[in-house]
């Protein structure tokens, strides 16, 4: 019996020791702050998450109106200093989930040279400081905003007075009036680009009778080379007869006899070639005189003709 006794009163003050010393390392691990909040914290309760940087590090242990001032709140959390340490330029935030409602604490900030948080005379715990989150900062910028927009209607009113309506509609008139001042010219442009369409038509038609008047039966082609067939002709004839006299002039009187009888018959076909060759330069010459388009460009056809 007394063993027994014995045992249980040691298992009994092992589990004593165990809880005492749990509690300890726990109260050494876990480290209370304050935070004032001047603005609403709608959403926040006791137990909800305190983060460092997102990372969860400690929860809300207590909510009240801080009794030294009415327009502030008092919020006390509770943080795992093993996790994180708390740094005096480290700031809080209250963040609220827009679908659900719930609030949390972001705590962000804090260097490695800044000094450890300590408790200010009159508080019982240190005091982290409290940052505007972005929808605080977007509501505390309401106010101006709105007399921002109230001042660009006013603006816009005065923009809008009688006056400067009437400047408006006579802006609008002389843009009117511009552009059509620029519909003229673009007619004009119209007009000479179908001239000189025209023109192109012509130019080429004109290309046109040019070749043709060299190339067809008859025309500039052909009488050129006539006339050029003729005189290379005389100039053989002009060769024979200066070959035959030559000739002559080494033969002695009884070849004069010769010179007469057969050199006279040459230079007689010679009188005639040149005849016929002067013939054909005055036909050319008359043609030139009485038709040179005919000449130049052969029986001309009918082309374009603008209307």
Do not use: C
């Amino acid at each position: 019996m007394a063993v027994g006794t014995f045992v249980l009163a040691v298992i009994f003050l092992a589990f004593v020791a165990v809880l005492w010393l749990g509690r300890t390392e726990f109260g050494e691990q876990a480290r209370r702050y304050y935070i004032f909040f001047s603005g609403s914290v709608a959403g926040l309760n006791k137990g909800s998450q305190v983060q460092y940087n997102g990372i969860p590090v400690g929860q809300v242990v207590d909510i009240r109106v801080d009794p030294g001032n009415l327009e502030q709140i008092q919020v006390t959390v509770e943080i795992n200093t093993s996790i994180v340490d708390i740094k005096s330029d480290a700031r809080a935030f209250l963040e609220t989930n827009i679908l659900n409602g719930i609030a949390t604490i972001q705590i962000r900030g804090g260097t490695r040279e800044a000094s450890d948080l300590v408790p200010e005379t009159g508080h019982k715990y240190a005091v982290i400081k409290a940052g505007r989150s972005e929808l605080e900062e977007v509501k505390a910028s309401l106010p101006e905003l709105v007399a921002d927009l109230k001042e660009a209607a006013h603006s816009v009113n005065a923009l809008l007075d009688e006056n400067n309506r009437q400047a408006v509609s006579e802006t609008l008139q002389n843009i009117r009036t511009i552009t059509a001042s620029f519909v003229e010219p673009s007619k004009e442009v119209s007009e000479i680009a179908d001239n000189a369409n025209k023109a192109v038509v012509q130019l080429r038609t004109f290309f046109q009778d040019l070749d043709q008047s060299y190339t067809d039966k008859g025309g500039l082609k052909d009488q050129l080379s006539q006339t050029l067939a003729d005189a290379d002709r005389l100039a053989k004839n002009l060769n024979e007869a200066s070959r035959q006299l030559q000739v002559v002039l080494q033969e002695n009187r009884p070849g004069i006899r010769n010179f007469t009888q057969s050199t006279l018959t040459q230079v007689s076909d010679l009188v005639t070639d040149l005849q016929r060759f002067v013939a054909g330069a005055t036909r050319f010459v008359s043609e030139m005189e009485r038709n040179p388009t005919r000449l130049l460009f052969g029986e001309r056809r009918e082309g374009y003709r603008p209307q």
